[in-house]
Nanobody
């Protein structure tokens, strides 16, 4: 059974950077598109970024475009989210997800989810 474990969250000042990591196990990583979502208290889960199986394609939410970068290492079975110029509104629990799909923005396309990592941004 597939498993995803996120790490790298924490407290950062506005304008700062964080790099989230997600380690995969229990499934054939290079057959899955990968994505990051986030959910803030009282808000719906929000798509952030996705990357195709071979890193040939990426997609970003408008709210993070130009500030966040998604990448993956199929040998390490990991996906990353580099977050720069963080804003207080970026604070949320960030989730890694895997799906047997082309890159998609809907959470319904992803069948494997991590437990999440908290990102807090102080103003």
């Amino acid at each position: 059974q597939g498993q995803l474990v996120e790490s790298g969250g924490g407290l950062v000042q506005a304008g700062g950077s964080l790099r989230l990591s997600c380690a995969a196990s229990g499934f054939t990583f290079n057959l899955y598109a990968m994505a990051w979502f986030r959910q803030a208290p009282g808000k719906e889960r929000e798509f952030i970024a996705a990357i195709s199986r071979t890193s040939g394609s990426t997609n970003y939410a408008n709210s993070v475009k130009g500030r966040f970068t998604i990448s993956r290492d199929n040998r390490e079975k990991s996906v990353y989210l580099q977050m720069n110029s963080l804003k207080p509104e970026d604070a949320a629990v960030y989730y890694c997800a895997a799906g047997r799909t082309v890159i998609a923005t809907s959470g319904r396309e992803y069948g494997i989810w991590g437990q999440g990592t908290q990102v807090t941004v102080s103003s």
